[in-house]
C-alpha cells in the first residue's frame, strides 16, 4: 500500500502562513518568503522538490484551492492552466463542484464527504504511488489528528511570521522520529517518521 507523505514550509515560529490571508494575498502577510527556497535555491533542494512532485494523488483544503470567501465556479486554482501536480488532486469542501480538468494531467476533484473518503479516492487514484497531503493548515491538522499520515516533511524556512496558520496546533500528543536533516541557505529540511 502506498504511503500517505505530508510536505510543508513553515516559518521558525511554526506558521505555513502568515496573518491577514487574502485572495490577493493568499499566503498573508510575509508568507510568500516561506518559499524562496523553491525558487531561489531550487538546485540546491531538488530532492525535496522531486519528493513533493512524486505523489501520484494529491489531498488539499478548499482555501488552498480557492482562498478564502465565497465560491466561484469560474475560479481555476492559483497555478494557471497547467498546476504543477500533473496528477489527481482531491479537495476537501462542503460546496459540491464537478470535476475541473487542467493541462499537464492535473484534475482537482472535489470531495464533500470527508477526508476518509477523499483519502480512499486519492490512494485509489494514486495506485503504487504516495499520497501527499499538500495543505493548509487546517486539512493536515485533520490527517495528523486521525492518524492518517505515515510522513511528515518540515522544510523550515529562517523567518518568522509572528502570526498567522500553524499545521501543528490542536494535533495533540504526535510522535515523531526524526529520519533525515538536510539543510541549505534557505531552508532546513527534516523528515519524520510518524510513530502511531
Given at each position: 500500500m502506498s504511503r500517505v507523505t505530508c510536505d510543508l514550509t513553515i516559518s521558525l515560529d511554526g506558521f505555513l502562513a502568515g496573518p491577514n490571508q487574502t485572495l490577493a494575498d493568499p499566503l498573508g502577510e510575509g508568507g510568500e518568503l516561506l518559499h524562496r527556497w523553491m525558487f531561489?535555491?531550487?538546485e540546491s533542494n531538488a530532492a525535496e522538490l522531486d519528493g513533493i512532485l512524486a505523489a501520484g494523488a494529491y489531498i488539499m483544503g478548499r482555501n488552498m484551492f480557492?482562498?478564502?470567501g465565497a465560491w466561484d465556479e469560474e475560479w481555476r486554482?492559483?497555478?494557471?492552466?497547467?498546476?504543477?501536480?500533473?496528477?489527481p488532486v482531491f479537495?476537501?469542501?462542503?460546496?459540491?463542484?464537478?470535476?475541473?480538468?487542467?493541462q499537464g494531467g492535473t484534475t482537482f476533484n472535489f470531495v464533500t464527504d470527508g477526508v476518509e473518503s477523499a483519502l480512499a479516492q486519492a490512494?485509489?487514484?494514486a495506485g503504487s504511488k504516495d499520497v501527499a497531503i499538500a495543505g493548509g493548515a487546517q486539512t493536515v491538522q485533520q490527517y495528523l489528528s486521525a492518524g492518517l499520515i505515515?510522513?511528515?516533511?518540515?522544510?523550515?524556512?529562517?523567518?518568522i511570521l509572528?502570526?498567522?496558520?500553524?499545521p501543528l496546533d490542536g494535533v495533540g500528543n504526535l510522535k515523531l522520529e526524526p529520519t533525515e536533516v538536510r539543510?541549505?541557505?534557505?531552508?532546513t529540511h527534516v523528515r519524520y517518521r510518524v510513530i502511531r
Amino acid at each position: 500500500m502506498s504511503r500517505v507523505t505530508c510536505d510543508l514550509t513553515i516559518s521558525l515560529d511554526g506558521f505555513l502562513a502568515g496573518p491577514n490571508q487574502t485572495l490577493a494575498d493568499p499566503l498573508g502577510e510575509g508568507g510568500e518568503l516561506l518559499h524562496r527556497w523553491m525558487f531561489e535555491d531550487a538546485e540546491s533542494n531538488a530532492a525535496e522538490l522531486d519528493g513533493i512532485l512524486a505523489a501520484g494523488a494529491y489531498i488539499m483544503g478548499r482555501n488552498m484551492f480557492a482562498g478564502p470567501g465565497a465560491w466561484d465556479e469560474e475560479w481555476r486554482g492559483w497555478w494557471g492552466e497547467e498546476p504543477p501536480y500533473h496528477a489527481p488532486v482531491f479537495v476537501l469542501t462542503h460546496h459540491p463542484r464537478e470535476p475541473l480538468e487542467m493541462q499537464g494531467g492535473t484534475t482537482f476533484n472535489f470531495v464533500t464527504d470527508g477526508v476518509e473518503s477523499a483519502l480512499a479516492q486519492a490512494r485509489k487514484a494514486a495506485g503504487s504511488k504516495d499520497v501527499a497531503i499538500a495543505g493548509g493548515a487546517q486539512t493536515v491538522q485533520q490527517y495528523l489528528s486521525a492518524g492518517l499520515i505515515d510522513e511528515l516533511r518540515l522544510h523550515t524556512a529562517p523567518i518568522i511570521l509572528g502570526a498567522g496558520e500553524r499545521p501543528l496546533d490542536g494535533v495533540g500528543n504526535l510522535k515523531l522520529e526524526p529520519t533525515e536533516v538536510r539543510g541549505t541557505r534557505l531552508v532546513t529540511h527534516v523528515r519524520y517518521r510518524v510513530i502511531r
